[in-house]
Each structure stands twice: as structure tokens, then as C-alpha cells.
């Protein structure tokens, strides 16, 4: 966990000050590399496992693990259950507090929790952040939506800026820059990302949608790069020193996140903000360490409220 303590050590710092471990309810832990993450977070002292799934798969891979003596508890759910109704019951009737997802499909784990049934929803939409580390740019940048809202509107990208600020303000961010990807920085009725890019600017600029900085259209290079914007003339001086990145549909995003973590290798991990409880969303493909971090970066926003 070296690298990952390196570059996000002030939330593994806010995550080690909960007062007591979080109660980390697992949907489908039968998952080894999550078991792996959620078992470090035990061993460093912020997290106690709430298992989810089938008893028998999970038992065994905890003995292939070697994690027999550890504290934790499973709650078996029958074959034709929903693993993440079951999980979220947990949480309802006061075993949990935080939700993470386990080995289940993206739409699987997101269903139970847009059913306005279950009361997650604390705002009006939940939102998919990941968090990443960009090889040479000096700060952490939340990028969203890439998993919750396919192809949100003007107003829906506006609730989207409002949860990735409020989870920015909670780890300590307080009032982040917020940049509106585009293809082109200039606007174009030929391309409508951008004319949206420009509307949801200088909607902000009269009426703010929340404490921060939005800038927009903005393509990625002009984000992460002061020489890139010097080079093509964009003078702007917030070039290099975003915070957030706030991109058109779910396609653009998933796209980005995972060309950043598979093909550059960028450190990484992913929540679900705008909910009444933490919750840790990682592909199945993730790391460990990303896994792991998701749930740091939770812990880190239970302190916030403590």
C-alpha cells in the first residue's frame, strides 16, 4: 500500500481518526481481490466486515486467503436471493455503515440502490465519482458520472457538479474547480456537448450551483496541462489546477477512467456520492489497492460527519 499512502495519504490520515471501525457491508463477497481490500482496511484499523453471499463460497475463499483468525461476520443469503437487497437490509435494519459493491454486475449493484423504496437517495441523483491520481498533475481529480446517469441532461450534469463538490468540501477540498469536458473548447451548435459545456458555465456564473470554480468547454489536455493551454492560446488560469471534471455522458467517462487505469496504470477508486451512506463502487477488474482505497475514501467521509 506504499504508493497509494504516498499520493492519498490525507484520506487514509482522516480514515485512521474514525472513532470506532465502520461496519463495511459487502454485497456478493465472494470476490477474492475485494475480500483482500476490505481485510486491509480491518487490519488498518478502520473497517469490520460484514460479508454478504453465499456462506459456502465465502468460507472457502476467507480459508484460500488465510484469513480464518480475523473478525468478521457473514450473512448467507439463499441461491435465488438478491444479494444486493440483501446487503442493503443489512444496512437498513442497523448492521452497516458503509455498502460496497461485491461480485455482482454494475446494474445488479446500482438497481436495488436507485429504488426510491430502499431510501439511499439522500439528493435528487446519485452519482459515480472516481477519484484518481494523474501521472504528472499534482493533485487528486474527481471524474463523474461514469456509471450512474447515461446521457444526463443540463440540469442532471448541474446535480452532478453540486455531489462532486459537496464530496470534494467533505475530504477537505473547499472550494474545488470544476472543469466541463468537452471535444472542443469552443463552442459549436455543430457539437452539443459543447453548447451545453457553455450553457451549464454561465448558468453558474449568474445563479452558482455550488461553491466552486466551473469552467467549460474545456477539453482534457487544457484540464490536466498550464503548457498545453499556453501552447494552443486558451488563456485561462485554471489550466493544470482542476479539481473535477464533470464529463458529458457515461461512454466519455467509463471510457477515460478505465483507458487512465488499465493502459496508464493511474491509481484510483471509485464511490457512489449523494447517498444517505457511503458506498464503495469498483469494477471487478480493479485492483486490490483501488478497492481498498474506495473504502478509505469512505471512512474518510464518515469522519467528516463524526
Known amino acids: 500500500m506504499n504508493v497509494f499512502e504516498k499520493e492519498f495519504d490525507f484520506i487514509l490520515e482522516k ?89 455482482t454486475s454494475t446494474r445488479g449493484f446500482l438497481m436495488p440502490l436507485l429504488n426510491k423504496g430502499n431510501k439511499l437517495i439522500a439528493k435528487d441523483v446519485l452519482t459515480y465519482i472516481s477519484l484518481m491520481k494523474v ?61 451545453e459545456a457553455q450553457t451549464i458555465a454561465l448558468d453558474h456564473a449568474s445563479r452558482p450551483i455550488a461553491d466552486c470554480e466551473v469552467v467549460g468547454p474545456i477539453t482534457w489536455d487544457l484540464v490536466v496541462s498550464k503548457e498545453a493551454a499556453r501552447l494552443k492560446g486558451y488563456n485561462h488560469p485554471l489550466c493544470g489546477e482542476f479539481d473535477a471534471v464533470c464529463v458529458p455522458d457515461v461512454m466519455a467517462g467509463n471510457i477515460l477512467i478505465k483507458a487512465l487505469m488499465m493502459s496508464a496504470k493511474v491509481n484510483s477508486c471509485g464511490v457512489v456520492a449523494g447517498a444517505t451512506i457511503p458506498i464503495a463502487l469498483n469494477s471487478r477488474s480493479n485492483s486490490v489497492e483501488q478497492a481498498f482505497l474506495s473504502l478509505a475514501t469512505c471512512a474518510a467521509l464518515l469522519q467528516t460527519k463524526e
Open 135 to 195: 501521472p504528472n498533475y499534482d493533485r487528486l481529480l474527481a471524474i463523474s458520472d461514469a456509471a450512474v446517469i447515461i446521457n444526463p441532461s443540463i440540469e442532471r450534469r448541474k446535480l452532478i457538479i453540486r455531489n462532486m463538490v459537496d464530496f470534494l468540501q467533505q475530504l477537505g477540498i473547499s472550494h474545488p474547480n470544476v472543469a466541463v469536458l468537452s471535444l472542443v473548447e469552443k463552442p459549436s451548435f455543430h457539437m452539443r456537448d459543447t453548447v
Open 15 to 103: 480514515a485512521k481518526k474514525l472513532s470506532k471501525p465502520m461496519r463495511v457491508v459487502v454485497a456478493g463477497a465472494d470476490a477474492e481481490h475485494l475480500l483482500q481490500a476490505v481485510f486491509e482496511a480491518e487490519a488498518q484499523g478502520f473497517a469490520f466486515p460484514v460479508l454478504v453471499g453465499n456462506e459456502e463460497r465465502i468460507h472457502k475463499m476467507i480459508q484460500e486467503l488465510k484469513l480464518e483468525d480475523r473478525k468478521y461476520i457473514i450473512c448467507g443469503v439463499a441461491a435465488d436471493d438478491n444479494v444486493v437487497q440483501d446487503a442493503i437490509d443489512v444496512v437498513r435494519n442497523g448492521g452497516g455503515d458503509v455498502l460496497m459493491r461485491g461480485n
